[in-house]
């Protein structure tokens, strides 16, 4: 009665445990057949396939890439649930019927004789993959083979190592840094696989003949179990895993280094624009390291650099290292309303600017001026016109006016106004104003009434006036008509910024007409988004000027140099070594070779890690060419994955001219170093085992070798797609 009870209101739960045992005695039964073994044997094997631990290692894994205060024991159990999958490999090798397995291939038409056998009559009634018992002897055998195969020469070690570098991130550097490091884990690990098939793969029996029963799973067990199928590719691609693990882990101690609270929201500001991983780590670090040491206030810093366009964060963050006082400046002049982006763009534009300056920079002047007592809004005034101002004829008696007068900011911008309008006897009694330094209301009254005056009115102004001669001419002055005819013929001057005071300062050094030349063409060839880098030149590196623009006139519009201006990991790479010959050869080389690995080849000539973007036309999910698209020729085509039977493949083989051989599922090892340039492959995705996927892919891609994805399901819509790629057979 208690066994009739349980059942009431389950049946769904009965059908599934009968159709459960059902399918395992056929599998069992076909085992025998197969191999020769008696049964005890074959279940005793069946018992030990079923306990793989997988599910247990995914799910420790997918704890481990959570970080919490709880973090250590997320970590033990990693530890733990790879050793015990590691011991499950270990008994599987030592069984002797998964030996006699591994010896004894098992194609489709086997696998099809061994089910019909086990069955008998009732295998007429049914298709070869409906057939009870079917995904367990699949399981038994091919899944089993991939995975003993793929363990035969790769290891799960490399998790235990994953798992101590965690471990020691979290403990010395904190829950937050720790979170970034599993993320980048994560992320590198990706960017590596570029994984189209993520979702897909294969579930144990158990779950293949749940997924039968319509409604058994509830919505949060299927969207657990589809959240364990990408981190399946953690232990099945396990060479990307390791090479993402290698690179995280050689920036270990910068990430330990940014625990701090205030260094991870610097570092946060590049991760929300999209700049990730170990290189962007060690450089925040290695900068802030710079910053902390010279106690810079990191808030400031965080503040710059969060308020930097994405192609400035690290310029900003770089400059800030290299001038730690550009912070501190920064720091007063926020409280006149100079916003991060304008301090930003004068970081990166005109801060270096040292011409008509005895000593230093325009930024030492900026710094120099705000930190005189009520003279912030002074040296913004200079922050926002050095350059105007350091190519004026009166720049030091206006840079005087700007350190001692609290309302220099008012007579400079007047100044500045009345010299781009050639009004000459203004802006000298506007520097005598300035040097007389009235007070707020006095100053007020004359400003309004310079206002008034007509330029050719005040020609009487002279420096042999003295301060209350000026004033008292000025204020009993009378307003002169206006004077249409001048004001129209009053011409505008273009304002100066770091280009036009870098040339004067070219021109006054005595360079030759060649190199002002040279420099010239440069900029104009380089463009708004460039040209900064020719800055960049000139500031910090003023002995390579001339080799950066013969690279950039010579170099310019190829990829590789376009590469080069783009990335500032890049160009801090490359302008480290203008000054070897050997290098800027095989950077020419390169850039005029036309290389279909011009990402590779430049990441390893400067020594920095770069990823392509995945190529426009490598995931195809059509048949057929795209308009304009020549048909392509090859020597041979591979279809791989899937899984056909005899007459199927030759359907496949026979579809086209070109010859095509098909490694199906059922081939254990097939021999991808055999394939070259002058071939082809299709990867039917639906159906092929991730860690052969993953080796094939990156194969092709090492190789230059054609690859296609073919998403589709089903044989017709292959041939389809082979004739419509590669033309049909017989077809002109």
């Known amino acids: 009665m208690a066994g009739k009870s349980f059942w009431k209101g389950r049946s769904w739960l009965k059908e599934f445990e009968e159709k459960k045992k059902r399918n395992k005695s056929v599998a069992i039964k076909a085992l025998q057949h197969l191999y020769g073994i008696a049964e005890w044997e074959a279940k005793s094997y069946g018992d030990l396939v079923r306990a793989e631990p997988m599910f247990k290692l995914l799910g420790a894994l997918e704890e481990a890439f959570k970080v919490s205060r709880k973090y250590g024991e997320a970590l033990d159990d990693l530890d733990r649930a790879v050793t015990e999958y590691e011991g499950w490999l270990d008994r599987m090798r030592a069984n002797p019927v998964a030996q006699k397995v591994a010896e004894t291939s098992a194609d489709f038409q086997s696998l099809k004789k061994a089910l019909r056998s086990a069955l008998g009559p ?44 965690f471990r020691e991130v979290f403990e010395k550097g904190g829950e937050g840094a720790a979170q970034r490091y599993v993320a980048d884990f994560i992320w590198e690990f990706r960017k590596e696989t570029s994984d189209p098939i993520a979702g ?4 144990t029996p158990e779950n293949a003949i749940v997924s039968d029963i319509k409604g058994l799973l509830t919505a949060g067990q299927r969207k657990r179990v589809a959240h364990m ?14 090479i993402a693990h290698e690179r995280v882990g050689k920036a270990k101690d910068a990430y330990i280094a940014l625990g701090g609270s205030e260094e991870l929201a610097i ?57 730690p006082a550009a912070a501190s400046v920064y720091k007063g002049l926020r409280r006149v309303q100079v916003s991060a982006k304008e301090y930003n763009e004068f970081l990166l534009t005109t801060a270096d600017i040292g011409w008509g300056l005895r000593d230093g920079s325009l930024l030492d002047l900026v710094q120099e001026i705000a930190s005189v007592s009520g003279q912030a809004e002074a040296a913004a005034c200079i922050l926002r016109n050095g350059p105007d101002i350091l190519v004026d004829p009166n720049a030091g008696r206006l840079l005087d006016i700007a350190k001692h007068y609290h309302l220099a900011d008012l007579i400079i911008s007047d100044y500045l106004a009345s010299a781009a309008a050639s009004e000459s006897n203004k802006t000298l009694a506007l520097l005598m104003i300035g040097e007389y330094m009235p007070s707020a209301e006095e100053l007020k009254k004359l400003r309004q009434k310079l206002r008034q005056l007509d330029d050719g009115g005040l020609s009487w102004v002279s420096d042999s006036l003295s301060a209350d001669q000026l004033v008292e001419n000025l204020l009993r002055a009378e307003r002169s008509p206006a004077k249409a005819e001048q004001t129209q013929m009053k011409s505008k001057k273009k304002r100066a910024g770091w280009h036009e005071a870098m040339m004067q300062e070219l021109e006054k050094s005595g360079a030759g007409p060649e190199v002002v030349g040279l420099v010239r063409e440069t900029y104009n060839s380089l463009g708004p988004s460039s040209s900064r880098r ?44 203008l000054n070897d010959d050997a290098f800027r050869g095989k950077l020419h080389e390169i850039a005029r070779s036309q290389s279909r690995n011009i990402y590779r080849e430049i990441g390893s000539l400067l020594h920095v890690d770069i990823y392509p973007p995945a190529p426009a036309g490598e995931v195809i999910r059509e048949a057929g060419l795209s308009a304009g698209e020549e048909r392509p020729s090859y020597k041979r085509i591979i279809v791989w994955g ?17 010859p ?10 097939k021999d991808i170093s055999g394939i070259g340039q002058e071939d082809a492959v299709v990867c039917v995705v639906a159906s092929v085992y991730h860690p052969i996927y993953y080796q094939l892919k990156r194969h092709c891609r090492k190789n230059d070798i054609t690859f296609y994805h073919f998403g589709l399901r089903g044989h017709t819509t292959l041939v389809e797609f082979l004739q419509g790629k590669f033309g049909k057979k017989g077809a002109a």
């Not at 060690?282 to 192609?311: C, P, Q």
Request: charged share 25%.
């Open 200 to 203: 897909t793969g294969y579930m």
């Open 267 to 323: 570092l946060d500001c590049f991760r929300k624009a999209e700049m990730k991983g170990p290189e962007i780590v060690s450089f925040v670090a290695d900068r802030t390291g710079r910053l902390k040491a010279h106690n810079a206030d990191a808030h400031t810093i965080w503040h710059l650099i969060s308020g930097a366009g994405a192609d400035q964060k690290m310029e900003i963050l770089d400059y800030l290292a290299r001038r």
């Open 229 to 242: 199928i990408p981190l399946s590719a953690f232990v099945s691609n396990i060479e990307d895993a390791k």
């Open 660 to 669: 095509v051989e098909v490694f199906d599922e059922f081939n254990r090892r």
């Open 642 to 658: 899937g899984q056909y039977g005899h007459d199927v493949s030759e359907k496949i083989k026979h579809a086209v001219d070109t």
């Open 534 to 577: 020719l800055r960049d030149i000139w500031v910090n590196r003023r002995e390579s000027l001339e080799d950066f623009c013969r690279d950039a006139v010579g170099l310019g519009g190829t990829k590789a140099y376009e590469l080069i201006l783009s990335d500032y990991s890049l160009f801090l790479a490359y302008k480290s070594r």
């Open 122 to 165: 009732e295998a007429a009634d049914t298709s070869f993959i409906d057939t009870p018992g079917f995904s367990w002897l699949m399981n038994y055998t091919m899944l089993v083979n991939h995975t003993m195969d793929l363990y035969e020469t790769e290891s799960l070690g490399y998790l235990h190592d994953a798992a101590g570098h």
